[in-house]
Nanobody
C-alpha cells in the first residue's frame, strides 16, 4: 500500500495550490482519508479530513474557508485545494488513510493521527511573504 503526495512547491502569500495524494496497492474509496502538516520543529497537525462516503468534511480552524478537501474514488486520489495561502501554512503536507472500511467516527477522531494507518511521504509547501 502506498500513498503518494504531490503538488507542493514555493508560492507567494495569497496564492493557491492543489495537493494530490494517489493511492496504490488497494482502494480507499470506502475509507476515511485526511491531510496533516508538519512545520519545522513542530508536531504533525491535523489539516482536513473527509469521511469514507465523502459527505462529511472536517477542517482545522486555521484553514477553514481557505482549504477544501475532496476525493475522486474512481482515481483513488485525495486532493487538498489550498487558497489564500499564508506564510504560516509553510510545512510538509502528509496524506493519510484509515485501514478500516466504511467506518464512521465522532468528529474529534478525524483530527487524531491515531485514526490513520497509512501515511504518504509528504510534499513540501513553502509560502513566502
Amino acid at each position: 500500500v502506498q500513498l503518494q503526495a504531490s503538488g507542493g512547491g514555493l508560492v507567494q502569500a495569497g496564492s493557491s495550490l492543489k495537493l494530490s495524494c494517489a493511492a496504490s496497492g488497494r482502494t480507499f474509496s470506502s475509507n476515511t482519508m485526511g491531510w496533516f502538516r508538519q512545520a519545522p520543529g513542530k508536531a504533525r497537525d491535523f489539516v482536513a479530513a473527509i469521511s469514507w462516503g465523502g459527505s462529511m468534511t472536517y477542517y482545522a480552524d486555521s484553514v477553514k474557508g481557505r482549504f477544501t478537501i475532496s476525493r475522486d474514488n474512481d482515481r483513488n486520489t485525495l486532493y487538498l485545494q489550498m487558497s489564500g495561502l499564508k506564510p504560516e501554512d509553510t510545512a510538509v503536507y502528509y496524506c493519510a488513510a484509515d485501514k478500516n472500511s466504511r467506518r464512521t467516527y465522532v468528529a474529534g477522531a478525524y483530527e487524531n493521527r491515531g485514526t490513520y494507518d497509512y501515511w504518504g511521504q509528504g510534499t513540501l509547501v513553502t509560502v513566502s511573504s
